[in-house]
């Protein structure tokens, strides 16, 4: 059984990585890469760390719902516990948010999208963790890819 602070700590940590500059698939950033496959399949995407599907069922989000289970199952066992503790684990993804005010100072472009992260241990408690940031979609004739990558 998780303790609710870890459950907490858990789903913080899996939030913040996800949303994180350093998300990428294929060396390019994966939020990017799923505002662009999502476009014509409504704008969504959610993630199930359990059952390790992904709706919809576009290459990015697979390779994203199988890399996310596992990092559930390494930040779980950190914690002396195991999915076996969870009954719920989902990342979910909402693109063509309208637009936020930013602040003058503000340098980064993009539309808005909403990350959250829920948690449900098989005790009955639950925690979600949400997130906004901004992204562009993914051109694949523009940017570079990250230098972790290796083909």
Not at 37 to 55: I, K, N, P, Y
């Amino acid at each position: 059984m998780i303790a609710k602070r870890w459950l907490k700590h858990t789903a913080a940590g899996l939030l913040d990585s996800f949303v994180s500059r350093n998300n990428d698939f294929i060396g390019y950033w994966a939020p990017g890469v799923l505002y662009t496959e999502t476009r014509a399949t409504g704008m969504r995407v959610e993630l199930d760390l359990l059952r390790v599907v992904a709706q919809p069922g576009t290459p990015a989000s697979v390779a994203a719902a199988q890399y996310w289970s596992g990092y559930l199952r390494d930040a779980l066992h950190r914690h002396g516990s195991g999915v076996d503790d969870l009954q719920t684990a989902t990342v979910s993804l909402a693109f063509g948010l309208p637009p936020l005010p930013l602040p003058s100072y503000y340098m980064c472009g993009g539309e808005p999208f909403s990350c959250s992260v829920r948690l449900v241990s098989r005790c009955g408690d639950s925690v979600e963790r949400e997130a906004v940031r901004s992204c562009l979609p993914h051109l694949s004739h523009d940017g570079r890819r990250s230098t972790r990558y290796r083909a």
